[in-house]
């Protein structure tokens, strides 16, 4: 029998918080739901914690350690949901968020339904994540959509905070990259996915939070030039395969992605930000950008990160990881 909502959560060596991230699914004001955590190759604790969960809710499903997007795949080859929702295992999310999410996707029959977040820091203080929109848009254009909505940051990069209807996956093959290529397959994901949308609401209410590490990979030296490098490669390869008026609208905000990820860096290590600026990815990257679809003012953008001195490039990434994060 169809439930309302499955909640699919890739697991790996998170002893610590699964078991606060499943009862926050658990506790739902939702009951309707299925939860499928999967494990990916865990080698501590987290397997037994979920075993200790008395829910005939939760399904547990074991695998090698194949990655997230492996994971997730997964998750939804045994989904039955009517909707699936994604959730990292070191989050929690509000009480009401799947029956306030479902709620607006029967009413709307929208493909997808978007809240906003909360940043939680390690000394409890949180912010909102992204501009508040409360909004039902109909897709007419997908180049305009994604220009209005995704490259202004409406339409968040993260997976975690969505609800998206089933069969809609299902229809158009939407699926994560199963492979450990990409460090960010929630933005693979959305950008995949922005060409198949035709009905998408917005909830301009917090009810997901994300928890910000230490230990995250955007607080380490060595992952952020991996995650860097892993960027660029995932817009080359987009915009390779991308329709032109996705490829128009989406230039842009690439490069603001990966220029914000260069200041992350920098902050870390002035070192490392200059390995990442000199490094034939990233220059293959800029170069890529030139040869596409976008107005002259962006080329202008791109030309100005490849061939001015290097300090002034890295003051422009310092600059847009500064604006990004107030």
């Known amino acids: 029998m169809e439930t309302a909502v499955s909640v699919i959560i890739p697991v790996y060596n998170c002893e610590k918080t699964v078991g ?28 037994k914690v979920l075993k200790g969960i008395n829910d005939d809710r939760l399904k547990i499903i074991s695998h090698l350690n194949y990655g997230q997007g492996y994971a997730r795949n997964n998750g939804m080859s045994v989904a039955n949901g009517k909707y699936i929702a994604f959730i990292d295992a070191d989050d929690t999310i509000e009480e009401c968020m799947l ?10 029959n929208a ?13 409890r203080t949180r912010k909102i ?3 508040p929109l409360d909004k039902t848009v109909i897709v007419e254009d997908k180049g305009e ?3 209005k909505y ?18 809609f996956l299902e229809e158009n093959n939407l699926k994560f990259c199963d492979t450990k290529k990409y460090f960010s397959e929630d933005l ?24 910000q590490y230490e230990t995250s990979h955007f607080h380490n030296v060595s992952n952020g030039e991996r995650r860097l490098a892993a960027i660029c490669d995932l817009f080359i390869d987009y915009m390779a395969e991308a329709e032109p008026e996705m490829k128009k609208a989406v230039s842009f905000t690439a490069s603001m992605i990966v220029t914000y990820n260069i200041g992350r860096c920098a902050k870390l290590s002035y070192e ?5 600026m000199t490094s034939h990815v990233y220059r293959k990257y800029l170069k890529s950008a030139l040869t596409r679809k976008c107005s002259i003012k962006h080329k202008a953008f791109f030309l100005a990160l490849l061939i001015f001195p290097l300090r002034w490039r890295m003051k422009v990434a310092s600059l847009y990881a500064w604006r990004w994060e107030v």
């Open 188 to 211: 693979m994901f959305n950008l995949k996915m922005l060409s198949c949308l035709k009905k998408v609401c917005f909830i301009s209410e917090p009810y997901y939070n994300y928890y």
């Open 99 to 108: 029956e306030k999410m479902y709620e607006k996707a029967e009413k709307e």
């Open 129 to 131: 994540q992204l501009k």
């Open 20 to 47: 606060r991230c499943i009862n926050s699914v658990l506790n739902q004001t939702l009951a309707d739901i299925e939860v499928i955590a999967v494990n990916d190759g865990s080698d501590d604790s987290t397997l």
């Open 150 to 167: 995704f490259s202004t940051c409406y339409h968040s990069y993260e997976i975690c905070n969505k609800l998206i209807r089933r069969n």
């Open 145 to 147: 959509y994604a220009d």
């Open 272 to 276: 490392s930000a200059y390995r990442v």
């Open 111 to 123: 493909d997808m339904v978007q809240c906003n977040l909360y940043d939680i820091y390690p000394d």
